[in-house]
Nanobody, 124 residues
Framework: QAQLVESGGGLVQAGGSLRLSCTVS????????MSWFRQAAGKEREFVAG????????YYGDSVKGRFTISRDNAKNLVTLQMNNLKPEDSAVYYC?????????????????WGPGTQVTVSS
C-alpha cells in the first residue's frame, strides 16, 4: 500500500526557514516524479515544486522561485523541500505527491498518491 508521510511543518517568523520531508513507501520511488503542492485556507491547491525521476530536473511555482529548493534521495525514498525567506503568504498545508505519468508536472490531476499534509504557518 502506497504511503507518503510529510514532516517538518510548523510555525516560523517571516524571513525564517523550514525544511519539509516526505518519506515514501509501498511503491518504487525512483519510477515516480515527486512534487509539493500547498493549499491555503479558502484557496485552491497550487503547485509549489516538482522533481523528476533522477533529480536532475526541478520545477517551481512562480511565487517560490529563488526561495524554495526541492530535492530527492532515491536511496532513502525521500523528497525534501527547503524553504527559505518565508513569507506570511506561504502559510498553507503542504502536500507531497507522486506521479507515474508523463504529463505536465504542475498539473494535479496526474498524481497517483498524496500525503495527508503538514501545516506551515508564517507569522509576520
Amino acid at each position: 500500500q502506497a504511503q507518503l508521510v510529510e514532516s517538518g511543518g510548523g510555525l516560523v517568523q517571516a524571513g525564517g526557514s523550514l525544511r519539509l520531508s516526505c518519506t515514501v513507501s509501498g511503491f518504487t520511488f525512483k519510477n515516480y516524479r515527486m512534487s509539493w503542492f500547498r493549499q491555503a485556507a479558502g484557496k485552491e491547491r497550487e503547485f509549489v515544486a516538482g522533481v523528476e525521476w533522477s533529480g536532475a530536473y526541478t520545477y517551481y511555482g512562480d511565487s517560490v522561485k529563488g526561495r524554495f529548493t526541492i530535492s530527492r534521495d532515491n536511496a532513502k525514498n525521500l523528497v525534501t523541500l527547503q524553504m527559505n525567506n518565508l513569507k506570511p503568504e506561504d502559510s498553507a498545508v503542504y502536500y507531497c505527491a507522486a506521479t507515474s505519468g508523463y504529463g505536465h508536472i504542475k498539473t494535479m490531476t496526474g498524481y497517483n498518491y498524496w500525503g495527508p499534509g503538514t501545516q506551515v504557518t508564517v507569522s509576520s
